[in-house]
């Protein structure tokens, strides 16, 4: 077995043999407990996990996002006669981060590892309690839906030589139907990671990225060279939620999130006909799966899909990549790298990760506005 399969096993351990409130269902026989626990020291990819906070992502699944924990459980069990680490599909890459991604077979849920301390220190410490209370009171948030939280328990040597990632986070898919739409037949749903360009990036810009390979210039923001067509009522809305939702980021020194982009288009059929601006037709192929993860009472939003005001799409967006925090030490370090670059090299601005909270929230939310078209009525 793999690393990436034993990864896979221990997260999908961690969430379907823990109770709502924490705690683990442990065998009974005192030998058993033993060789666990000698075994878990030893090893090098499987680390043994447990939930943080479990009981305040148990209550923002169940009372605000409409999932049971039944339905949560059952997206991360195995197949009859599969193995637990089956449960998971490994998928992307390493990205800048990294990170690790898996998704689970029903597509429902993604699973991203969080492997630089100062990240899942800062969402420990800092950001998962405003960030719980504001998913609770802001149902129609654009921050992405964080299901659990994973932490390693324990020593072990896999943790020690960080071997393997010791904290993972859960989150909903806003790409779930993508798959069931292909098999369909449907045009290919388009997807952008977006953040604001006009920073420093030293992969692309020193020596006109001469130095850097293809490979990793392509891992850096998407660019959208399209106009998103809204109604002045949807536009509205939208930059509601983009400004409450990066108020709360830039209170807590977040800088480096992203927003991540869906676009489906409609059949040609259906665009000739008229749609009702700020909703999917209910007779819609795009129409969001009843079954999908995280969908609030009263769609549409934009997390189930919003049509574009002149009928041509059904868009999704999320905020996602919040982690990176400017009083931790790591990006302390970095903006101190880059100030001394700008002050001796080269006057080339700040990145993204070390310009200032309130600065990153201005680029973010003008990016944002820069790619909305209103339709006037």
Known sequence: MGRQERIARSIVRAIIRTNVNGTKKKASNPLGILLALFSAFFSLYQLLMRKIRPADFAKLRREYWDVSDDDYVDSFRPREGAKDEEALTAIGDMGFSGSTFYATTDQKYLV??????????????????????????????????????????????????????????????IMYGREEAENRGDAKWENWDLKPTSYFYPERDIADGALTSDATKEQLADEFHDKIVLSQEQADDL?????????????????????????????????????????????????????????PPQPPTWKTGVASADGKYVYRASILDFFWAKHKIQPRFMTLLINLWNLLISKDGPMSITTTPEEYRERFLKMCRGYVDIKKD
């Open 239 to 295: 930059f509601a939620r983009l400004e409450e939702d990066t108020k709360l980021l830039a209170e807590h020194n977040a800088v480096d999130y992203s927003l991540f982009l869906v676009r489906m288009k409609l059949p040609r059929e259906e665009v000739q006909e008229e749609v009702q601006p700020g909703a999917a037709k209910s007779d819609s192929n795009l129409a969001p799966p009843e079954d999908g993860p995280s969908v």
């Open 112 to 173: 991203k590892s969080v492997p630089r301390h100062s990240e899942h220190s800062f969402f420990r410490n800092d950001l998962l309690t405003p960030y719980v209370q504001h998913m609770a009171t802001h149902p129609q948030s654009l921050l992405v839906r964080i299901c659990d939280f994973l932490g390693a328990s324990g020593a072990s040597i896999g943790r020690i030589l960080r071997l393997a990632p010791s904290h993972h986070i859960v989150m909903e898919n």
